[in-house]
């Protein structure tokens, strides 16, 4: 499996147009999440998936902020409009189910480093 | 809301020496994670422990889990430049991961 893949990359864009990040998760893997990584604020967790459906959307920070599944194999994230403190690094990671007794690790992308001017 | 400490934020040693990384928390978690993180990268797990005072190996890292599961320690012996990177831990509370700030090792050759 060529693990959880991210794009773009990098995506550098003016304050106030619309930004649409992408996910393909590992195929099997029943959970989703988005993270944004920044050095003030680490690693927090903006929404997460289950079997494509939004379970936890409580760390999207705005309403300028939204995420959808349209299927097992892909999902976005969009930002509109985009402001400059939305720079940050967004990671994409997926994970199968808790089975009996075990606990999974999260399989994260490479993620998309945005930058808002 | 389940907070998580790393101590230290930042860390640089020599090659050869020890150190120990701490995640600290006043809540309970079901089960902790460390995982690393290199530069343009994302976090890659490194290990999962689940029980109270559970100690894993790999290679030249110790993983430790506190009796009542609300704090962790990695410890790493004889630290290669290879280490360097981003460690962080996470604590499991339902479906979610939260994750601590992390602490950014540096490795001097």
Known sequence: DAGVIQSPRHEVTEMGQEVTLRCKPISGHDYLF???QTMMRGLELLIY????VPIDDSGMPEDRFSAKMPNASFSTLKIQPSEPRDSAVYFCASSPSPGHGRVYGYTF????????? | TQLLEQSPQFLSIQEGENLTVYCNSSSVF???????????EGPVLLVTVVTGGEVKKLKRL????????????????AAQPGDTGLYLCAGAGGNKLVFGAG???RVKS
């Open chain 1, 34 to 36: 988005w993270y944004r």
């Open chain 1, 49 to 52: 998936f289950n079997n494509n």
């Open chain 1, 109 to 117: 992308g490479s993620g998309t480093r945005l930058t808002v001017v």
């Open chain 2, 30 to 40: 079901s089960s902790l994670q460390w995982y690393r993180q290199e530069p343009g």
């Open chain 2, 62 to 77: 110790t993983f430790q889990f506190g009796d009542a599961r609300k704090d962790s320690s990695l410890h790493i012996t």
């Open chain 2, 103 to 105: 602490t950014i090792l």
